[in-house]
């Protein structure tokens, strides 16, 4: 018997077993998350992934900022990205 057909057997309370590697009831196991540990994950979890996004649209916004204008030739551009130090 797998997680989800625990799960859809109405077992509820179930969660993977670590040391049997088999489903298992947590609640008699003495293995308790409370939601607010879940929620604060998912939230934790959203706030990398915007701030990841903003980054990425802060750098493609310099990256369209660094083009040639048109009409302009691009060996007229002088500027260059700025790229991290090296370490």
Known sequence: MNLRSSHGAG???????????KPADMMKQGVVEPLKVKTQAIKSGTAAATLVLRVDD????????????????????????MMPPMM
């Open 11 to 21: 077992n509820k309370t179930y969660g993977l077993d670590i040391e049997t590697g």
């Open 58 to 81: 802060v750098i493609a916004a310099k990256v369209e900022g660094l083009k040639p204008k048109p009409g302009q030739s691009p060996h007229d551009y002088t500027r260059q990205p």
